[in-house]
Nanobody
């Protein structure tokens, strides 16, 4: 019943910015925590950051100071603002909603390259 869609990925130069969106339907969005993961080519999936239902956040060391999470519960959407992007940020980014069942989006590709 839960449908999760990520968007906002693309190609950006080092030092640039992107804003990823995670929009959900079929769920009471406001009461659940949201995790963001990424998986680089040939690498394991890693937790990037999460935002709780009260909007408190935590970030992986690799992205601290550069990435910012937020959520707009009225729009059933969580955002991952990514600034000062580096080539090592290149990955497929996934949104996970910690609801009654784990609900994942399909991923959105981020490529940081010249």
């Amino acid at each position: 019943q839960v449908h999760v869609v990520e968007s906002g990925g693309g190609l950006v130069q080092p030092g640039g910015s992107l804003r990823l969106s995670c929009t959900a339907s079929g769920i009471i969005f406001s009461i659940y925590d949201i995790n963001w993961y990424r998986q680089a080519p040939g690498s394991q999936r890693e937790l990037v950051a999460f935002i709780r239902s009260d909007s408190s956040t935590q970030y992986a060391d690799a992205v601290k100071g550069r990435f910012t999470l937020s959520r707009d519960n009225a729009k059933n959407t969580a955002y991952l603002q990514m600034n000062n992007l580096k080539p090592e940020d290149t990955a497929v980014y996934y949104c996970r909603i910690l609801g009654p069942r784990d609900s994942w989006g399909q991923g959105t590709e981020v490529t940081v390259s010249l």
